[in-house]
């Protein structure tokens, strides 16, 4: 339980975690990008004629939606950015394609100016698929090759027009300095998608930012440079090096369409790439290569069987490519192994009776036999051939691996950081060796966990929703994952929202008794679009390829994704002066209406503090000791036998410090202690409670007893129990001899402890 940290601008943090680590709560280096980012976000308040002496979190978040939500959320920053909104923002989150956006507005350094010029012009410059072809083949030596590698450096690379070879790690100087909002990119557990459909489970969140990557609600992380590197009960077993942020886009945007869409469109993609490489159209070394490639009939017939497979596995042509491989093999025995060779025979022919699993056992088996073999070595003197044969051996492995991860349907594989770790209790998540990271639309299509309870708690939520199907799908996920995690979230009706959908306006602000206020923008609307909304969404459709983009469309749709900032500008001031009023000051209530319960307090950093004595036990002189903060309704003077009383404490009006203090009461032989600390900036400090009970005299002072307490140094004269509240709700249970204290504590829109002391029964 500390005392709010000071507000003031700190340096940059100069240690850095190494290794698996555990945290509640915010990392070090957040907190302190957050503390940096406060005084900016109170000047552009200032500028925006909002006067507050507590900056308000507030999130910006992109949902997923491919290319166009790629252009759309970089048009909704450069319009923030105009109109002097941006700087007033601590968070920016993405899923899927606003993950693009997000990672070139971090590494332009927010420079939207540019980027929109920039951006307009790529998509008149062809795709270079030779250096795309070569990371490929980089990532596919790895032992963890997927189909995110290849929907990385193929799919995504082509779409932005961009192979960027810079990682995450390298933005995060502006960041720390709080120059500019602290960013999420959002992924999710595709192991665990079963319990998320069936649970919504909050472990299904995985999440990445300049400094680490990790599970926000089982609070297990890994530093953001060491993503990817192989762990064993939290040792590090192998280092790789940081992955490239194109690998990076294409984990967090994985999701573009249906399964069938994307398997057809892969295909495409590799009988299309197959047929350069047999042209002989290869890159090494930086330099285009024009020459005939060698003949090697082995790989071509290989290739050719792969190709036919995982275009379609029920192809009856694959049998007729098996036998065209057994024919070129028959002179090869010796090489390839009479044993393979006759084992090679029976499955040609008997292909049509074995089952779907064996023959992809048998292929998998058939390709991994050939990835290295003097096959590939044979047969030249001359270098420039040695070069070809080199390159068609990566390349051969690199297709293979594609074909084998495509069949299987295998994505986002990387190490499990908390493999065999001992500090995990789940199973499940401490077995596997390998994660498999997704796109996390395939949850909910924008990053609302990411910012609200447990992970973080903004205050206003500005959301813009760039999906393709309903435009309000995003809110509904997020009513329905909140209230079965009881985290405040504004209630919405069911046939609102149909109502909504049917021909959407620009924005809609959703505001609960609790929880954040949501302002939820759709990119399509009557505001912006008319009655040409379907006519809109047909030619910025998700799968279209960037071929097909002109600089015309590009800036068509900028412009729609910054009108829908223009004009809801006034409605975003407004809310923001209304969020930015409740956190930064209390709004006081008449004592003289004060009864049994402290329920009508509004303050977010006000302690209720109800007390229900079912003893036959009288306590009485109530002490306290205010580290920070002051008395809002007084402890009344005796907790008499069966009675319930209230009382408060709230922070000091001029103060950057939270409520944090204890209050005791005496018994006959021991006494109750109560302790809280409410932050004064939630986004840095959680809500913690304690209780504790006393044998000793309470004349001594009582700031060493809460010092006692909250640095846990026990004694036979006190026994304490803690709750660090991350998230909306908790209990608290403490006994000592016949005394029993039970607590119900939570942190929905103020603090609460409500206990009841009773009598163990005999």
């Not at 700190?10 to 005084?39: D, I, M, W």
């Not at 070139?104 to 698929?129: A, C, H, P």
């Not at 023959?359 to 058939?366: D, G, P, S, T, W």
Request: a negative charge.
């Amino acid at each position: 339980m500390n005392p709010e940290e000071s507000s003031k601008s700190q340096p940059c943090s100069t240690h850095e975690r190494s290794g698996v680590y555990f945290a509640t709560g915010f990392q070090e280096a957040e907190k302190v990008a957050l503390n940096n980012r406060s005084p900016k976000v109170l000047e552009a308040l200032q500028k925006l004629d909002i006067q507050v002496d507590q900056a308000p979190v507030i999130a910006v978040l992109g949902s997923g939606g491919g290319l166009r939500a790629h252009i759309a959320y970089l048009g909704v920053l450069s319009e923030m950015k105009e109109l002097g909104l941006l700087d007033a923002v601590t968070y920016l989150a993405g899923v899927s394609g606003s993950t693009w956006a997000l990672s070139s507005f971090y590494i332009n350094n927010g420079n939207t100016e540019g980027m929109e010029e920039e951006l307009k012009q790529r998509y008149d410059n062809s795709w270079q698929v030779g250096e795309s072809l070569k990371k490929a083949i980089q990532a596919a030596r790895r032992e963890n090759y997927s189909m995110t590698d290849f929907w990385a450096y193929f799919v995504v690379s082509r779409q932005m027009r961009d192979l960027e070879n810079s990682n995450l790690s390298s933005i995060k100087k502006p960041v720390e300095e709080g120059m500019l909002p602290y960013p999420i990119f959002a992924a999710i557990d595709g192991d665990l998608q079963p319990d998320w459909r069936k649970r919504k489970t909050q472990k299904s969140w995985f999440e990445f930012t300049p400094h680490h990557a990790g599970y926000p609600a089982l609070g297990a992380y890994v530093p953001i440079t060491e993503f990817g590197s192989r762990f064993e009960d939290g040792k590090l077993v192998k280092s790789e090096p940081e992955r490239d942020l194109t690998y990076l886009r294409g984990l967090w945007g994985s999701a573009l369409a249906d399964t069938d869409v994307i398997k057809k469109f892969i295909c495409d993609m590799l009988v299309d790439l197959r047929a350069k490489l047999k042209q002989g159209h290869l890159r090494a070394a930086g330099a285009e290569i024009h020459m005939e490639a060698p003949e090697m009939p082995v790989t071509e017939a290989l290739l050719d069987l792969m190709m036919a497979y995982v275009t379609d596995q029920n192809d009856p042509s694959i049998k007729d490519k098996l036998q065209a491989l057994q024919q070129v093999l028959s002179a090869e025995r010796d090489e390839f192994g009479e044993q393979k060779y006759t084992w090679l025979t029976e499955i040609v022919q008997n292909w049509n009776e074995i089952s779907p699993k064996e023959k992809e056992q048998f292929l998998e088996y058939l390709l991994y036999c050939f990835m290295r073999t003097e096959e590939f070595h044979k047969g030249s003197m001359y270098s420039s051939m040695n070069l070809i044969r080199g390159l068609l051996q990566d390349t051969f492995t690199f297709l293979s691996k594609t074909g084998i991860c495509c069949w299987r349907w295998e994505w986002g594989t990387v190490y499990n950081f908390l493999y065999k770790n001992g500090n995990i209790t789940d199973e499940a998540m401490q077995s596997r060796e390998f994660l498999h990271l997704v796109d996390a639309g395939l949850a909910i299509n924008t990053p609302y966990p990411l910012v609200l309870p447990p992970a973080r708690e903004a205050h206003l939520i500005l959301s813009f929703d760039f999906s393709a199907g309903d435009p309000l799908e995003t809110i509904r996920a997020t009513a329905d994952y909140c209230q079965r995690h009881a985290i405040p979230f504004p209630d919405v009706r069911e046939d609102q929202l149909k109502e909504w959908a049917r021909a959407p306006a620009s924005c809609y602000i959703l505001r609960g008794e609790t929880g954040p206020v949501v302002m939820h923008f759709t990119l399509f609307n009557k505001d912006t679009c008319g009655d040409d909304i379907e006519t809109w969404r047909k030619k910025y459709e998700t799968m279209k390829l960037s071929d097909f983009y002109t600089p015309d469309l590009v800036t068509d749709l900028l412009r729609v994704s910054k009108e829908n900032v223009q004009i809801n500008k006034d409605s975003i001031l407004n809310e923001i002066r209304k969020v930015a009023g409740k956190t930064g000051s209390f709004l006081g209530i008449n004592k003289d209406c004060w009864r049994d319960t402290v329920q009508d307090v509004q303050s977010p950093r006000t302690v209720e503090i109800k007390i229900s004595n079912n003893t036959n036990i009288t306590f009485k002189e109530p002490l306290h000791y205010l580290q920070s903060g002051h008395v809002l309704v007084d402890p009344p003077p005796e907790l008499s036998p069966k009675s319930t009383i209230s009382c408060s404490f709230v922070k000091k009006s001029s103060s950057f410090q939270g409520t944090v203090g204890i209050l005791v009461y005496q018994g006959p032989s021991a006494h109750v202690a109560l302790l809280f600390s409410v932050p004064f900036n939630y986004a840095l400090h959680r809500t913690e409670f304690a209780l504790a009970i006393i044998t000793e005299p309470v004349s001594r002072n009582l700031e060493s007893v809460f010092d006692d307490i909250t640095q846990g140094n026990g004694s036979p004269e006190l026994k304490a129990a803690k709750y660090d509240l991350q998230i909306p709700q908790g209990t608290l249970k403490l006994e000592h001899d016949s005394l029993i204290i039970r607590a119900t504590v939570s942190n929905i829109h103020v603090a609460k402890m409500d206990v009841v002391l009773e009598t163990k029964a005999p």
